[in-house]
C-alpha cells in the first residue's frame, strides 16, 4: 500500500500569498497524483490531474508539480475563495490512498 | 450535469449491516469510461477508500474492508450502493461517493452522508 504523508495539516494565509502544499508517497508513484479542493458541505472538486495538469475550469493560479514520490499543489495569489480543505490522492496501485489533508485557512 | 447523491440510514447499530445508495443524475452509469467508488473519512481522519465497481460488475476493494464490504450497481435506477456488514464504532463516518474515470480515478464526488453506528 503506498503512503501519502501530506504537509502542512493546516496553514494560513493572506490574499495575495503564494502557498505550497506538499504530497509525499512511500514509493514511486510516475504521475499517477491528484488534488482535490473541498468546503465544507460541498463535494469536493477535481483540481489537478496527473500531478500537472489543470482540470479544466480551475483558476490558473492553482498548478501541480512534482513526479516519482514528491509532489507539490501551488496556488499564487490567494484569494479569500481558496479556502478549504486540500488532498492528494495515488491513483498509481491498489488500494488507492489518499493524504491526510491540509486545511487552509484566509487571513 | 451529472451529479452524485448519497442517501441512506444515518444511524446504524453496531454489528448490523450499513446500506448506503448514491444515485447518478444528469447522466447514465452505464458510461463506459467509468468506475464508481464509494470513499470515507472518520471525524478527524484522512480519506479512505472503500472499493469501486464497473457497470459490467467487477469489483475492487480495499483488503482492509474486503471481508465485510459489498458494491452493488442497478443500472436499470442510474444507482449504486455499498453495505458494509458487522459495523463498530470506527465504522462511523462521513460516506462519499464518486465517479472514477479508468484513467484520471475520481473526477466527480458526491456531497457526502454522515452514518454513525451507535446502539
Not at chain 1, 3 to 32: E, H, R, W, Y
Not at chain 1, 65 to 78: A, P, V, W
Not at chain 2, 37 to 60: F, M, V
Request: aromatic share 12%; net charge negative.
Amino acid at each position: 500500500e503506498t503512503t501519502l504523508t501530506q504537509s502542512p495539516a493546516f496553514m494560513s494565509a493572506t490574499p495575495g500569498d503564494k502557498v505550497n502544499i506538499s504530497c509525499k508517497a512511500s514509493q514511486d508513484i510516475d504521475d499517477d497524483m491528484n488534488w482535490y479542493q473541498q468546503k465544507p458541505g460541498e463535494a469536493a472538486i477535481f483540481i489537478i490531474q496527473e500531478a500537472t495538469t489543470l482540470v479544466p475550469g480551475i483558476p490558473p493560479r492553482f498548478s501541480g508539480s512534482g513526479y516519482g514520490t514528491d509532489f507539490t499543489l501551488t496556488i499564487n495569489n490567494i484569494e479569500s475563495e481558496d479556502a478549504a480543505y486540500y488532498f492528494c490522492l495515488q491513483h498509481d496501485n491498489f488500494p488507492l490512498t489518499f493524504g491526510q489533508g491540509t486545511k487552509l485557512e484566509i487571513k | 450535469q451529472v451529479q452524485l447523491q448519497e442517501s441512506g440510514p444515518g444511524l446504524v447499530k453496531p454489528s448490523q449491516t450499513l446500506s448506503l445508495t448514491c444515485t447518478v443524475s444528469g447522466g447514465s452509469i452505464s458510461s463506459g469510461s467509468y468506475y464508481w467508488s464509494w470513499i470515507r473519512q472518520p471525524a478527524g481522519k484522512g480519506l479512505e477508500w472503500i472499493g469501486r465497481i464497473y457497470t459490467s460488475g467487477s469489483t475492487n476493494y480495499n483488503p482492509s474492508l474486503k471481508s465485510r464490504v459489498t458494491i452493488s450497481v442497478d443500472t436499470s435506477k442510474n444507482q449504486f450502493s455499498l453495505k458494509l456488514s458487522s459495523v463498530t464504532a470506527a465504522d462511523t463516518a462521513v460516506y462519499y461517493c464518486a465517479r472514477d474515470h479508468v484513467y484520471k480515478a475520481f473526477d466527480l464526488w458526491g456531497r457526502g452522508t454522515l452514518v454513525t453506528v451507535s446502539s
